[in-house]
């Protein structure tokens, strides 16, 4: 059974293979633009966020979809964010 926390929906990030959320057969370039445009995407709403609580889940989720990007295009994310909110 699916849990919620606030009324959102949680996922299990580590379920499944390491193409999980994806569909099979998705090129390694199509790969790198969905994590670039949701890392992106993660870090806008959590920036903009009022509640504190949701703006770090989706800080974490950008963070984690850069990571997989920086995986995918074969370089290490950096040890350190650029900046410290």
């Not at 920036?47 to 989720?61: E, G, I, P, Q």
């Not at 979809?65 to 650029?82: D, F, K, N, S």
């Amino acid at each position: 059974m699916p849990r919620t926390i606030f009324g959102v929906l949680l996922i299990d990030v580590n379920a499944g293979s390491r193409g999980r959320g994806h569909k099979r057969g998705m090129s390694n370039q199509d790969l790198i633009a969905y994590h670039a445009t949701r890392s992106r995407k993660e870090l806008s709403l959590g920036l903009m966020s009022d509640n504190m609580a949701a703006a770090r889940s989706h800080l974490k989720l950008s963070s984690l979809h850069y990571a997989r990007l920086c995986e995918l295009e074969g370089r290490p994310p950096r040890a350190r964010p650029p900046f410290v909110l």
